[in-house]
C-alpha cells in the first residue's frame, strides 16, 4: 500500500519506519523542508540501526530507503491508500488538515488520525465521507510498541476497521478495537498515572526521582516522568486538557499546574532537551 503520512514529528517518523519496514511505501508531509529533512534523517538512522542490529536485512534497508518521499505540499498524497494523520492534539489544526485532504485523495482512500484523545466522531465531522475516517492509534515509539487502537467513530464504515485490523496486522502489530469513548482505552487508565503522580509531587509527598524508581521497581518500564519526557510534555498535556473536556471537566482528570509550568518554561521532555527528568 501507499501510505501517506501527516505530521513527521515522535509519532509520524515511528509509524513510518514501521509501515517501510513492512514494505509499503510511504509519503510523509510536514510544514517546512527542515522537519522533513530532520525526520528522514531520524528515520534513516533508526533503520540503520535496525541493520546493525540483524533485526533489518540491507535489501530490506535499501527498499525502505527507495519507499520513503517527503514533501511539504498536500498534492503529493494524492495517491495514498491511506493517509495517517500525526499533527498536533488540536481539534481545529486537524479539520483544517483534514478539510483540505478530502479534495485531495482518491474517493476510496482512507483517513485516519493517530489522535490520542479528542473523539472520531468530532473529527469526522467535516468530511462529506465520514464513514471512510478512523482513530488509529499507535503508541510510542510507533516502531517498536505492539499496540495500536484502531478506533470506531458512529459513521465509520465496518469494513475501514476491518481494513485497518489487517493492516495493522501487517505491520506486526497487536490491534484492538476501541469505542470513540475519551481516551479510548488506554490513555484513559493512563491519566490516573500522570496526573495522580504529579499531585504527590506537588504535596511534596514524594519526589519525582522517587516515584519513578518506585514505579520501575514494581515492574513498570518507565515512570509516569520519565515517560511524559518521552511522549513530549506538551502533548501529554494536550491529551489531558482534551480528555478533561470531554468529560466535562471531571474532577480526576483535571490537568496539572506543575505539567502547565514545565510546558510554558520549554521544557517539553526528550524532544526539547530538558523536562521532568532530563
Ligand atoms: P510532535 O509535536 O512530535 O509532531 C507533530 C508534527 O506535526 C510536527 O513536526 C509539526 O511540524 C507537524 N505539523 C503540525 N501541523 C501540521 C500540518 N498542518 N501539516 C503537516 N504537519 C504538521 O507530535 P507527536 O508527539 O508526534 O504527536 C502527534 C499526534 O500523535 C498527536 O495527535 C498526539 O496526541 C498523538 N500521539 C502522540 C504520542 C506521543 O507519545 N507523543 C503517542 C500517541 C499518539
Known amino acids: 500500500m501507499m501510505i ?20 509499503h511505501g510511504v509519503v510523509m508531509c510536514d510544514l517546512s523542508d527542515t522537519a522533513l529533512t530532520d525526520a528522514r534523517t ?4 533508526q533503520l540503520r540501526k535496525a541493520v546493525e542490529k540483524g533485526k533489518l ?7 525502505a530507503e527507495g519507499g520513503l518521499t517527503t514533501s511539504v505540499a498536500l498534492d503529493a498524497l494524492a495517491s495514498c491508500d491511506m493517509v495517517i494523520e ?10 483544517t488538515l483534514f478539510t483540505a485532504l478530502e479534495t485531495i485523495v482518491g474517493p476510496k482512500a482512507i483517513l485516519a488520525s493517530n489522535t490520542s484523545s479528542i473523539s472520531i466522531a468530532s473529527l469526522a465531522r467535516v468530511l ?47 490491534p484492538v478495537v476501541a469505542a470513540d469513548a475519551p481516551g479510548f482505552i488506554v490513555n484513559r487508565i493512563a491519566r490516573n498515572y500522570y496526573n495522580e503522580s504529579q499531585r504527590i509531587v506537588m504535596e511534596g509527598a514524594a519526589s519525582i526521582s522517587q516515584i519513578d524508581s518506585l514505579m520501575k521497581s514494581l515492574g513498570f518500564r518507565m515512570g509516569p516522568f520519565e515517560l511524559m519526557d518521552l511522549i513530549g510534555v506538551d502533548v ?30 520549554g521544557l517539553h521532555g526528550k524532544k526539547s532537551g530538558g523536562g521532568f527528568t532530563i
Not at 509519532?11 to 514494505?23: D, E, K, N, Q, S
Not at 536485512?57 to 527498499?63: L, M, N, P, R, T
Not at 500525526?86 to 479539520?95: G, P, T
Open 4 to 23: 501517506g503520512i501527516c505530521g513527521a514529528g515522535t509519532m509520524g517518523r515511528g509509524i513510518a519506519i514501521a509501515c517501510l519496514t513492512a514494505g
Open 42 to 45: 531520524g528515520v534513516m538512522d
Open 57 to 63: 536485512s540491507q535489501d530490506a534497508f535499501s527498499k
Open 86 to 95: 500525526a499533527i498536533a492534539e488540536r481539534l481545529d489544526l486537524k479539520h
Open 128 to 174: 462529506s465521507d465520514p464513514s471512510r475516517f478512523v482513530g488509529l492509534h499507535f503508541f510510542n515509539p510507533a516502531h517498536i510498541m505492539k499496540l495500536v487502537e484502531v478506533i470506531r467513530g458512529p459513521r465509520t464504515s465496518p469494513s475501514v476497521v476491518d481494513t485497518c485490523v489487517e493492516f495493522a496486522k501487517g505491520l506486526g502489530k497487536t
Open 236 to 265: 501529554n498535556l494536550d491529551v489531558t486538557k482534551s480528555q478533561w473536556a470531554q468529560f466535562f471537566n471531571e474532577p480526576r482528570f483535571t490537568p496539572s499546574l506543575l505539567q502547565q509550568q514545565y510546558v510554558d518554561a
